[in-house]
DNA sequence: AAGCCGGGGTG
DNA sequence: CACCCAGGCTT
């Protein structure tokens, strides 16, 4: 095996984590934590997992769920697709693969929301198999212990570090957990992006950012771009009893298939849908501040509008239009905007 | 190959 | 604020 590999093993042994709720070789538990831990950090996860595995604690459980249940416990997460492909595939495991998670990488793969790094993931963890992984934390190490230049997000750059992540594997399927585990745990506890503890690292010795003092240089950032502004009307709409209209939102797109407020571009069109779109007569409540919401890839300015429906409530629910109390809306799946103005 | 998709932890 | 996180899918 590579002295890489067994200086990782070594050293995860002794000063990687050991009790992370998801360090089972249960091929359902490590696939919904990797999916949860898509571009989201170990300490937010841990309360969604557990309330995730207690409500839905097998795969066929998860199959047979209605999709909005799902989409509920995820609500405050992001990245909602993560949520309808898990849900699909549990439907695709029960269907295709008789309930039991497939043990190749290839067919692990063909499952929705898993690709190349996290079917390597679960088929590593679960059943012990020699596939390399290359998330964040992979990538960070090897461009700097290899002295890889170049943004990673870039082609040529990632396939140099999936090359060099497969030459790099333990000879022995059975050190693949702790391999795996170490590579994440080095990631995220030494090697981190901003101050690496260098001394503390098992790999230092020849490690090519270290050698040259280019820590703080690699992996090569992501290009910088100005952050787009955007701004939308959310109408607060409540029927005689105090319930709040909400709307469902398109499958895919921000938000997809949350439960939200209903949106007008601009304010001096709130009425007009209301009657047109909507179908209700309404009347202006007091205002509400203005507030920014921010997104990896746009700045979304929210102007609340209370209002309240005048004379009886016309509208009759059906699959996209709903009169929610504030406990069911807050117990539904919703965005964190929404959240937070239930909670002010 | 580049853009889209959330929210929060951290310095 | 700015950065980045156990990435994958779509165009």
């Not at 002295?3 to 992370?20: E, K, N, P, T, Y």
């Not at 399927?173 to 170490?182: E, V």
């Not at 209209?245 to 007008?264: A, C, F, M, V």
């Amino acid at each position: 095996m590579s002295a890489f590999a067994a200086r990782l093993i070594a050293w995860q042994r002794d000063h990687g984590r050991h009790d992370l709720p998801w360090q089972v070789a249960d091929a359902y538990k490590v696939w919904l934590s990797e999916i949860m831990l898509q571009q989201t950090q170990v300490t937010t996860v841990i309360d969604y997992y557990q309330r995730f595995l207690q409500r839905f604690p097998d795969v066929a459980s998860l199959a047979a769920a209605p999709l909005d249940d799902v989409l509920a416990l995820w609500s405050g997460l992001g990245y909602y697709t993560r949520a309808r492909n898990l849900h699909k595939a549990a439907q695709k495991v029960m269907a295709d693969f008789g309930g039991a998670f497939p043990r190749l990488p290839a067919e692990i793969e063909t499952l929705p929301g898993i690709g190349r790094s996290t079917a390597a993931a679960i088929a590593a963890f679960s059943f012990d198999t020699r596939s390399a992984i290359l998330d964040g934390n992979v990538k960070r190490v090897l461009a700097r212990w290899a002295g890889i230049d170049g943004f990673p997000g870039t082609k040529v750059i990632e396939n140099k570090l999936w090359t060099l992540a497969d030459s790099l594997l333990p000879a022995s399927g059975s050190d693949m957990p702790a391999y795996t585990q170490a590579q994440m745990d080095l990631g995220a506890t030494v090697c981190t992006p901003k101050k690496p503890a260098c001394p503390a690292c098992p790999v230092s010795d020849d490690c090519i950012a270290r050698m040259t003092g280019r820590q703080a240089e690699l992996p090569t950032p992501k290009p910088k771009k100005a952050v787009p502004e955007r701004s939308t009307v959310m109408l607060l709409i409540r029927d005689d009893a105090g319930r709040l209209l909400l709307q469902k939102r398109p499958p895919t797109g921000i938000w997809g298939g949350l439960w939200s407020l209903p949106e007008t571009g601009s304010t001096l069109d709130a009425e007009r849908h209301c009657a047109n779109v909507l179908k209700l007569k309404v009347q202006p409540d007091p205002a509400l501040p203005d507030f920014v919401h921010v997104f990896t890839h746009f700045r979304l300015t929210i102007t609340p509008l209370p209002a309240s429906v005048t004379g009886a409530t016309a509208l009759a629910d059906d699959d996209t239009l709903r009169w929610f109390t504030r406990t069911e809306a807050l117990a539904a799946g919703i965005p964190t905007p929404l959240r937070r103005l239930l909670n002010a």
